[in-house]
């Protein structure tokens, strides 16, 4: 018997669910947990470790290619998994890793500008915005508005897959808190995919928490074995929650065991689960539009640097952010269920107010708080 036919695979993965959850689970984690101390003894060998800076949030050279590892395992796991369950998108999805982990390494290794970044989110979303089952056909009545035009689905898909990579990649700016919001938002959509039967996009899931979970232990090292996922671990993790996303807005419905969430408020339930890197995206391009400021410019006034400047350590900022992101989560499970799309887009509203000016209160210490 050939254990590497793709039908005998499907079959044993149907007929063994969570026993082969668990092997993939065990095998991203192992898989990436030896490979990132290779990459840390080239990355030093090779004195290609990141300077310290006046923005640096660490203080010894650090090694900033844990995407090296990322990249490595991903690929490994989607051929497996796209070969095991025979979904057709899973070269789609490795040849957008490739795009994004080439411009990513490049600008750890020598600094990209933003139009070369951008030109390679473009070209990367491309491989899989065009996906059929990737197509955005209805809000199911998000603001009152259901049947989406193809015309406007592909642009949409698009604008969403670069805001998420790019929101993601904006929040890496601290130990720990990459990491931290990835497991979370992995976390929310595998509940949802294993209940919803989307299998592909569930051990994508499980893979990314486990990938995930074997760099914090390094990434939150304070010794020799430190080192940051970089552009080339961000911008393809990223890339991961983009499609994620994607597959969720096109679900035609989903109940968690006895729950459902109002269709309607499908769109604005993306925004709570992508809260942090949406909330302080949007919050500092606003802040550097309203001085004048290029939006790209790099500063200290993202919600982890203000945390960080009120004394907590980079550990306590992170999981206080994570904590904040499963609250808002909590908030629209909660009240999602019962009120309009209409009524949810207003609470979220009010919430990014709330948090914006807490945080421009703590930045300016309007709050005089000290942790």
Known sequence: MNLFNSEIMQQMFLSHYIFFTAILF???????????????????????????????AHIIPTPSFGGVAFFTTLILLISLIQSMLSYFGGNNIIAGLTILFMVGLKDDL????????????????????????LQIVTFHGFLNIYEISPIFSIPLALILMLAIINAYNLIDGI?????IIGI?????????????????????????????????????????????MGDSGSLIIGF????????????????????????ENRLIFVVAILFIPIFDTTRIIISRLLKKQNPFTADRNHAHHILIDLGLSHVKASVLLGF??????????????????????MVMGLLFLLFTYLFFALKTRKIKYKF
């Open 26 to 56: 065990i095998g991203a984690f192992v898989t990436t947990y030896i490979l990132i101390p290779k990459v840390i003894l080239v990355t030093n060998a090779k004195k290609l470790s990141t300077p310290v800076n006046s923005r640096s």
């Open 110 to 133: 020598v600094i990209s500008t933003a139009k070369v970044k951008l030109i390679g989110q473009l070209i990367a979303a491309s491989f899989v915005i065009f996906l059929p089952q």
């Open 175 to 179: 130990d720990g808190l990459a990491g």
């Open 184 to 228: 979370i938002i992995c976390s929310i959509y595998a509940v949802i995919f294993f209940f919803t039967k989307r299998d592909f996009s569930f051990l994508i899931c499980v893979a990314v928490i486990a990938i995930l979970g074997a760099f914090l232990r390094y990434n939150l090292s304070s010794g020799t074995n430190k080192i940051f």
């Open 240 to 263: 991961l929650l983009g499609f994620l996303t994607l597959r969720f807005l096109t679900i035609d419905s989903f109940a968690i065991l006895n729950y459902e969430l109002k269709s």
């Open 324 to 345: 904040l992101n499963i609250f808002i989560v909590l908030v629209f499970l909660l009240l999602g269920r019962y009120y309009s799309s209409i009524i949810m887009t």
